[in-house]
């Protein structure tokens, strides 16, 4: 695969969870495994996610209670519902609490490989067609051909809700709720 993504599992079956694992790894992607939503706070690298993927069935949160606190927090990262649970009612409600994909299990591997490149190639899209040539992100500097420009952190979350965002355009309450959780952990 040519894009490597960050990815988060959160799956509570522990082979399930380091086959998947494993195989997002051999994909070329870096990989966070967790086994419940809980684990979520203790892991540093889950806020620089592209994608969560998440079981609904998990001990303690639930998947759905997961995914929408996940879209409200982060609302242009990926969320893949991973589920057993194959009702119509169910895969409504996965969409209702933000997934992007609902698959159900057993997971085919070549689907969920084709949902993750279909995901990549949005992405980088959106981020080619927001990235002038010559400027570069760097953690909190902006860099250019003629001048580096520092940011503050909030600046820096912003900027790249937008380069993630479709078309690189966000909702003004989006704009609004980075902008809180930016103040809220400066």
Known sequence: MATQL????VEDNNDLRTLLSQALRKDGHHVTDLSCAEELEDQAGSDHADAFLIDINLPGED????????????????IIILSARSALDDKLSGYD????IYLTKPIALPELTAALRSFARRRGATLKHLT?????LNKLELQGHQATIKLTAQEAVV??????????RLETWQIADLLEIGRAHV
């Not at 900027?159 to 690189?168: D, F, N």
């Open 159 to 168: 900027l790249t809700a937008m380069a993630r965002a479709p078309a690189g």
């Open 6 to 9: 960050n990815l988060v599992v």
């Open 63 to 78: 998947g759905l209670s997961l995914a929408s606190r996940i879209r409200k927090t982060h609302p242009l990262v990926g």
């Open 97 to 100: 609490c933000g997934a992007d």
């Open 132 to 136: 002038p040539e010559g400027l570069t």
